[in-house]
Nanobody, 121 residues
């Protein structure tokens, strides 16, 4: 089992930027795909982005071109750079790990506790 700890959330104005981090421990980090999901009030948890190996990334259409996902295997950490933030990006953001990646919640076996991102208009 892997432990995941997110950080970097906060309050930002629309158009601003935040960088979320997810630190992993407990398993060989580099061999697992890492994903980010988010849950807004009253909505289901939705896929945001995922990375397999170090270079294969995919994004939800709603964040494509604004968010960038990267990983540092030496630090067992994955980063979600979020630019041009919008009020609709407000949510709790969760980091998750998967042996194969994907865009569905069921593709991921381990989850962090989440970090709040609030974008004011």
């Amino acid at each position: 089992q892997v432990q995941l700890v997110e950080s970097g959330g906060g309050l930002v104005q629309a158009g601003g930027s935040l960088r979320l981090s997810c630190a992993a421990s407990g398993r060989t980090f580099s061999s697992y795909a890492m994903g980010w999901f988010r849950k807004a009030p009253g909505k289901d948890r939705e896929f945001v982005a995922a990375i397999r190996w170090s270079t294969i990334t995919y994004y939800a259409d709603s964040v494509k071109g604004r968010f960038t996902l990267s990983r540092d295997n030496a630090k067992n950490t994955v980063y979600l750079q979020m630019n041009s933030l919008k009020p609709e990006d407000t949510a709790v953001y969760y980091c998750a790990s998967s042996p194969r990646g994907g865009t569905r919640r069921d593709d991921y076996s381990d989850w962090g506790q989440g970090t709040q991102v609030t974008v004011s208009s």
